[in-house]
């Protein structure tokens, strides 16, 4: 790497010539730090040079001027050194080290309030670059920073001591000293460097009219115009020229031409060549190429970079409005070829799909997070959320964007990740993220790049990040070397889309390879992904991932930066769905129909909250519509995918569903989806397949690629072959199905659909569903593998599944439509039934309730941190054989509220009798304001007319503990004693925690108070929450309330001294029903010791008196132990 150091000695500068004020300007021998430069008269400008000459040793000459006014910096060095620094990784500390003494020596600090009124006059339209450009007073010594004792009492009023002017009229080069010696140039030659975008306009200027011949200088040629004088502006902004010298009259003037050119307008520099201060293309807001650029300030947008004060403006004439216009003229914020691709990257991504393709539907973006499955296991899997505590992305993608963005550092790549389980449009929604910054909708980014990731499981080494982001994607793009150069430098404003992240793993390793490429060099794909996940490569982008939510490379998405989770349809929106795909489809008068069809299988409306499945669903319909009035659909998966391909299998080639079912449970075996040409058995297999629809070509691959079209047709098409082969042994058959598990050789089931199916094509019968298929005569192994299942299913026992197995075994009984193997499932379905944490799908809320009303018995079901829908929790609450069940506290009071509303009188008090919270466990602060809604909800309903009495959720529970640790503890506690009296039947009281609830003095006084509502109350457990004397005695105090009924008290370690003892000594004669006092690990002494064993001989009813303390030496503990044996010392 090259930089600068301050270490060269000897004078660069030659003396000040002609009427210039400026010193003359040495470099004495500068060695050792930078404190020493800046300690000296040195001009930082001079290292600029002496970098030049150090670079350019063997090239052409750079003239260098004895004035700062004509001082030349060569800016091809400057651009050089800035593509070296951004493009080595490894000096990225160096450039910061160097752009904090740039700003140091460059930055005077009187200008820290006089920048602030500067800006104040600048609207946010009227800015020539991305901001301001100020150069340093060209005709000044550059001063070191001041001493404060220097500095002015008020900074924040500080003002020049002479205003400076801006002269419309010719342009002026050169220093005003010796003017004559040089030719004058137009304007666009200062426009010879790349410009920046915006325009700018200065407000509150004087203006004068001037004659033609009041220049004073051999070079101002001023035609007949305007003056104006600037008043704030104390330093020169880009595209202005300062005149500082003798004879002006004024400490400055800025010449500018009544209309800035365009970039293509420039024409080629002629005789003199003029180099002005260089600028770094993407560093606005100053004429150093080291300060820090927009990509380095942390959360700050372009407009921020430039304040937007009111403006005042005065009242002009439409000539000087004009006048004024004329200054303020729009550049290219981008080079050409760069403007060029950005829009023909917007067209690509704008395109909408046709017909159904084109069908979007809203669906909320959900909040996610992963968690181990188990205690025992280190497999992570999407957490449960109970459907009212969902935290949905306000606002949608674009706001999760947005604030995401906001809070990540600077410089450091960002990794979001967007979760579904197969068929929920994952990818249909990153393509409407695609077109949604194309419409403008994403401005926080000036490129969007979405690749598919099955065109990464590609071989060889010869890939760059180029062909990642310009040859890989869908639609291949053209774009030069300046416009990969360009993203590049902003990697902060990149979106690389990568769908299907699942599709990488062919690919794993590459989270945890070494290999760091650098962002020219090519290597494998491999290589790209690791740079681009270990942060190296387009370091500072947005990664947007889309994936499901299980395999080996989701674990690793546990860290990123935002999980969301694509959920559903809901009941509505699959209906809204199913008329507009009619309406696409040109079958308006079928739309009704359809709908009806839909609604009269309430099996396939449940699954249709998968789009694809939805889909699938409008495509049988359509069929079915088109052959006549007495059509309906099918009651299970199985008759719905066979329905789909029955017509394609029986006009297709012999044997070409079996050998393309053979190809999908192969490649599934392999984790992919997507399969060459070659493999085929047959161009008469693969001519057949793509003409049926039933394989494609997707998006981006090549023209061999092919895949299927939807993820469960693999899942059929595997099933079907298993049921058709007879490479699978007999005794293999069971494993498929994944209901219970295997120490030897599990099966992954990576194709999860397949116990379904396969359940459904061997047990249903063969004339509608495998026969349908592949007709009769290859349908004779079918007969010994039903034979093997159903054997396997009615030896299994639902009441020692897990709860997701028991799941699976529902569905498998319903797809199988066998009525032996039901009545066996449901009849042996245990009285209570626990989800608990288990996610429960519309499709699994109503296979359980025909379940259970099947099985002809009562059942208790727990439905906590299900995430099950509020009308699949009503459904199930409505059954009759449902005596009891649990749920989220705020699922149930939002159930209540929507019966209430809708008038369901019959269902809310079923729901309201049924409901149960025994035992409730406080965990956090929304469980306590939860329980809090609920006696609030109970209070009003006693207080209705209408209805009376206490909800059996609040009036039947006895065991309620309190565990939420000693930050949220103290905080919740007080609210919880608000309630506390409404539970009437409260028996059992824990407000012990294993990391102490603490809450102290104040909350013993608060739960003492409400001891004579607690008539009920039998087990206080207190321990662990650092009472002391004080707390013991005001328990003392309220004790007598409880005399008739608390059985156990609970004080283990707490800080109770001897007075406290004395205290708890004095109650304890009068606690008749108490049986058992636990004191251990407190604070008293023997003295304290002595007075509760005095008091215990009065208590014959108490029966143990733990009492062991460290503080009481263990003779004592013995002698008392010895005097009464109910004195326990364990």
């Known amino acids: 790497m090259r930089c600068l150091a301050p270490h060269p000695a000897g004078s660069y500068l030659s003396e000040s010539q002609g009427s210039s004020q400026c010193a003359t300007m040495e470099l004495g021998p500068l060695e050792g730090s930078y404190l020493e430069l800046l300690n000296s008269d040195a001009d930082p400008l001079c290292l600029y040079h002496i970098y030049d000459q150090m670079d350019l040793a063997g090239e052409e000459e750079i003239e260098l001027y004895s ?73 000044q010594k550059s001063q070191k920073r001041p001493f404060p004792e220097e500095l002015p009492a008020d900074l924040k009023h500080w003002k020049p001591a002479e205003p400076p002017a801006v002269v419309t009229g010719s342009f002026l080069v050169g220093p005003v000293s010796n003017s004559s010696t040089l030719p004058c140039l137009p304007l666009p030659t200062l426009f010879n460097q790349e410009p920046a975008s915006g325009r700018m306009h200065l407000e509150e200027t004087d203006q004068m009219p001037m004659p033609s011949s009041s220049s004073s200088l051999s070079c101002l040629n001023l035609p007949e115009g305007l003056i104006q004088f600037v008043p704030t502006v104390s330093t020169v902004p880009q595209g202005l020229w300062q005149i500082s010298g003798t004879g002006t009259g004024v400490s400055s003037i800025f010449i500018y031409h009544g209309e800035v050119p365009q970039a293509s307008q420039v024409p ?115 957490a449960t959320p109970d459907w009212a505590e969902r935290q949905l992305a306000q606002g949608g993608l674009a706001e999760g964007l947005l604030a995401a963005k906001e809070r990540r550092r600077p410089r450091e790549t960002q990794v979001i990740a967007m979760l579904g389980k197969a068929g929920q449009g994952k990818s249909y929604w990153a393509g409407a993220v695609s077109r949604a910054w194309a419409c403008g909708r994403l401005p926080q980014y000036d490129f969007v790049f979405s690749v598919p990731c099955h065109c990464l499981n590609r071989p060889g080494d010869v890939y760059r990040l180029q062909d990642l982001l310009f040859s890989l994607g869908p639609r291949p793009l053209v774009a030069a070397d300046e416009v990969f150069s360009h993203i590049v430098k902003r990697p902060d404003r990149v979106l690389l889309i990568l769908d299907a992240f699942e599709e990488l793993e062919a690919q794993d390793g590459f989270l945890h390879s070494t290999c760091s490429p650098a962002p020219a060099e090519p290597c494998s794909l491999r290589g790209l992904l690791a740079g681009l996940f270990q942060k190296k490569l387009l370091r500072g982008c947005t990664l947007l991932l889309t994936a499901r939510p299980r395999g080996r490379l989701v674990q690793s998405l546990s860290k990123a930066d935002a999980l969301f989770e694509l959920s559903g349809f809901s009941m509505e929106q699959a209906q809204a769905y199913v008329m507009r795909y009619f309406e696409c489809s040109g079958m308006t008068e079928h739309r009704d129909r359809a709908l009806a069809l839909l609604r009269d299988r309430p099996f396939l409306l449940s699954h249709s909250h998968s789009p694809t499945l939805c889909r699938a669903v409008c495509q049988l319909s359509e069929a079915l519509l088109e052959l006549g009035e007495d059509a309906e659909l099918p009651s299970t998966l199985t008759g719905l995918y066979v329905g789909l391909l029955g017509c394609a299998a029986l006009n297709g080639p012999p044997g070409a569903l079996a050998q393309l079912a053979k190809l999908a449970w192969e490649l599934g075996r392999r984790h992919q989806s997507t399969l060459q040409e070659d493999q085929f058995p047959s161009a008469d297999v693969r001519t057949w397949a793509m003409a049926k629809g039933l394989v494609q070509h997707p998006p981006g691959a090549t023209e061999s690629e092919l895949a299927f079209p939807s993820f469960l047709l693999q899942c059929f098409l595997g099933a079907l072959w298993l049921a058709l082969s007879g490479e699978i042994k007999d005794k293999e058959l069971p494993q498929y199905l994944a209901l219970t598990p295997r120490k030897k050789r599990p099966y992954d089931n990576w194709l999860e659909g397949v116990p379904r199916f396969l359940t459904g094509l061997i047990f249903q019968p063969r004339a509608r569903c495998l026969g349908a298929l592949v007709g009769p005569s290859a349908t004779a192994l079918a007969d010994r593998k039903q034979k093997v299942l159903a054997r396997y299913l009615k030896r299994l026992q639902p009441g020692t599944l897990r709860a997701r197995q028991l799941l699976e075994l529902l569905h498998c009984a319903h797809e199988a439509e066998e009525a032996g193997i039901w009545q066996h499932v449901v009849q042996e379905l245990p009285a209570r039934l626990s989800f608990l944490g288990t996610r429960l799908t519309p499709p699994d809320a109503h296979v359980l309730g025909k379940a259970l009303e099947a099985a002809g018995q009562d059942f208790s079901l727990d439905l ?115 309630i506390l009296t409404a539970f009437s039947s409260l028996q059992h009281l824990d407000l012990d925690a294993l990391s102490e609830n603490k809450i102290g003095d104040e909350g013993v006084s608060q739960l003492s108070a409400t001891f004579p509502q607690l008539k009920s109350l039998e087990t206080l457990n207190l321990s662990q929450n650092s009472i002391t004397d004080l707390g013991a005695y005001k328990l003392a ?86 005097q009464d044996s109910r004195i326990s010392l364990r």
């Open 67 to 139: 004035e700062p006014d004509t001082d030349t910096i060569n800016c091809d060095q400057f651009s050089r050194l800035l593509c070296d620094m951004e493009g080595d990784e490894e000096t990225r500390e160096a450039y910061a080290n160097i752009a904090e003494l740039d700003q140091y020596v460059f930055q005077d600090s009187q200008l820290e309030g006089l920048s602030k009124d500067i800006f104040k006059h600048i609207g946010p339209d009227e800015v020539i670059g991305d901001s301001m450009e100020m150069p340093a007073e060209v005709g």
């Open 864 to 978: 906590r941190s299900t995430g099950i829908d509020p009308s699949g929790l009503g459904s199930l609450v409505g059954l009759s054989c449902v005596t009891h069940f649990r749920a989220a506290l705020s699922d149930t009071v939002a159930l209540w509220e929507s019966l209430q509303q809708h008038g369901d009188t019959e269902l809310l008090q079923a729901a309201e009798e049924k409901f149960t919270i025994e035992p409730f466990k406080a965990k956090s602060l929304k469980d306590v304001e939860d329980l809090g809604k609920l006696v609030q909800t109970q209070r009003t309903r006693s207080s209705s007319e209408d209805t009376a009495g206490e909800l059996p959720a609040v009036r039947d529970l006895k065991k309620l503990e309190f565990a939420l640790g000693p930050i949220s503890g103290p905080q919740a506690f007080p609210k919880l004693v608000r």
């Open 1037 to 1122: 105090e309220g004790l007598p309330s409880l005399a008739a009924s608390l059985l156990r008290l609970s004080l283990y370690n707490n800080c109770i001294c001897d007075m406290g003892a004395e205290s708890l000594a004095r109650v304890l004669p009068d606690m008749v029903s108490l049986r058992v006092m636990d004191v251990q690990y407190n604070k008293f002494t023997a003295a304290g010791a002595q007075q509760l064993a005095a008091s215990l001989r009065k208590c014959p009813h108490v029966e143990t008196l733990a009492m062991w303390t460290p503080t009481i030496p263990f003779s004592v503990q013995e002698h008392l132990q010895q």
């Open 268 to 382: 080629p520099p002629s005789g003199l060549t003029v180099h002005g201060l260089p600028t770094s293309p993407d560093r606005p807001g100053s004429t150093s190429p080291f300060a820090p650029s927009a990509t380095d300030l942390p959360s700050m947008p372009e407009p921020a970079l430039i304040s937007r004060a009111n403006v005042t403006e005065h009242k002009t004439s439409p000539t000087q409005c004009q006048a004024a216009g004329e200054v303020s003229n729009k550049l290219p914020k981008w080079p050409e070829p760069v403007e060029q691709f950005y829009r023909s990257l917007q067209d690509t991504y704008r395109a909408e799909p046709a017909g159904p393709d084109g069908i979007l539907m809203e669906v909320d973006l959900v909040q996610a997070r992963l968690e181990r499955s188990s205690s025992k296991s280190l497999e992570r899997e999407l």
